[in-house]
Nanobody, 119 residues
Framework: QVQLVESGGGSVRPGGSLRLSCVVS????????MGWYRQVPGRIRQLDAA???????YYSDSVKGRFTISRDNAKNTFYLQMNSLLPEDTALYLC?????????????WGRGTQVTVSS
């Protein structure tokens, strides 16, 4: 089992910044991939950014150039730095971690942290 706890959400004005954190209950070296998703009521959960094997970094087109995903192995934590926030970035942000153990792929999710961008 892997537990994930997000923090760092809040209310900001357009153009503002936030940094989301996701604390993972185990060493990040045991995590296959990790990422940040946004969830808006009535819409499909959308992947914004991910760290994948082979040092691959993924960003959706909507956040490329504005958001940065990073990790701190010593703290078992990964982050999402969100700059130049737009009202359409308003969503519940969830962190995700995937493991592969004994050939079985498993997804784990945090409960989310709310980001509201409004003037």
């Amino acid at each position: 089992q892997v537990q994930l706890v997000e923090s760092g959400g809040g209310s900001v004005r357009p153009g503002g910044s936030l940094r989301l954190s996701c604390v993972v209950s185990r060493n990040l070296s045991s995590i296959y991939s990790m990422g940040w998703y946004r969830q808006v009521p009535g819409r499909i959960r959308q992947l914004d950014a991910a760290l994948r094997p082979g040092n691959e970094v993924y960003y959706s087109d909507s956040v490329k150039g504005r958001f940065t995903i990073s990790r701190d192995n010593a703290k078992n934590t990964f982050y999402l730095q969100m700059n130049s926030l737009l009202p359409e970035d308003t969503a519940l942000y969830l962190c995700n971690a995937a493991t592969i153990e004994d050939g079985i792929y498993t997804d784990y999710w945090g409960r989310g942290t709310q980001v509201t961008v409004s003037s």
